[in-house]
T-cell receptor, first 113, second 117 residues
Framework: NAGVTQTPKFRVLKTGQSMTLLCAQD?????MYWYRQDPGMGLRLIHY???????AKGEVPDGYNVSRLKKQNFLLGLESAAPSQTSVYFC????????????FGQGTRLTVV | AQSVTQLDSQVPVFEEAPVELRCNYS??????LFWYVQYPNQGLQLLLK??????LVESINGFEAEFNKSQTSFHLRKPSVHISDTAEYFC???????????????FGQGTILTVHP
């Protein structure tokens, strides 16, 4: 049982390049989330999805897009990377409800130069 | 909106000493409370959570946290720490409000616990 898997684990981009981060979960969870982690700021929610075909904005959505075409996958896209998007990105999933545990992937460390 | 404040960014302690990691939150609605732990180069794992009932909750590895509604706090404690407890700890809240909060978490800034031999 793999849980939540993120690819890639590391990436270096040049300013203006685009990329897609992939998140896959095998727990049949309805809810999926993308967070970014920056030193001294904890984790902040970028976008989330409450089911296949749905997406919604979180706290810091600017510069990112997401898609959830299949229930098990949640993609995070950067159309034109900026140095301010240098961060560690975490995907998470949960079954249903605010009282359930969120399961996190191991993170993607992205550097934009 | 909710906010979470972790009062200490770094806490160094010696092995077998007690430790307390402080967490205060602010919310206009009822929330669930969580502590997550992040070991080096890993994702976050749930340590413990408060949903309702007894205000003292415990984890399987000896941590405990107490929900104090009047002080809006959820401090994490352990009476005797081990080297293996070295990690970053995050306090988080999610809104209780029916089915509309969707489990979105608001995190504190994190506290790095370093246990020295």
């Amino acid at each position: 049982n793999a849980g939540v898997t993120q690819t890639p684990k590391f990436r270096v981009l040049k300013t203006g390049q685009s990329m897609t981060l992939l998140c896959a979960q095998d727990m049949n969870h309805e809810y999926m989330y993308w967070y970014r982690q920056d030193p001294g700021m904890g984790l902040r929610l970028i976008h989330y999805s409450v089911g296949e075909g749905t997406t919604a904005k979180g706290e810091v959505p600017d510069g990112y897009n997401v898609s959830r075409l299949k229930k098990q996958n949640f993609l995070l896209g950067l159309e034109s990377a900026a140095p301010s998007q240098t961060s560690v990105y975490f995907c998470a999933s949960s079954y249903l409800g605010a009282d359930t545990e969120a399961f996190f992937g191991q993170g993607t460390r992205l550097t934009v130069v | 909106a909710q906010s979470v404040t972790q009062l200490d960014s770094q806490v160094p302690v010696f092995e077998e000493a007690p430790v307390e990691l402080r967490c205060n939150y602010s919310s206009s609605v009822s929330v669930y409370l969580f502590w997550y732990v992040q070991y080096p180069n890993q994702g976050l794992q749930l340590l413990l959570k408060y949903l309702s009932g007894s205000t003292l909750v415990e984890s399987i590895n000896g941590f405990e946290a107490e929900f104090n509604k009047s002080q809006t706090s959820f401090h994490l404690r352990k009476p005797s720490v081990h080297i293996s407890d070295t990690a970053e700890y995050f306090c988080a809240v999610s809104v209780r409000a029916g089915g509309t909060s969707y489990g979105k978490l608001t995190f504190g800034q994190g506290t790095i616990l370093t246990v020295h031999p």
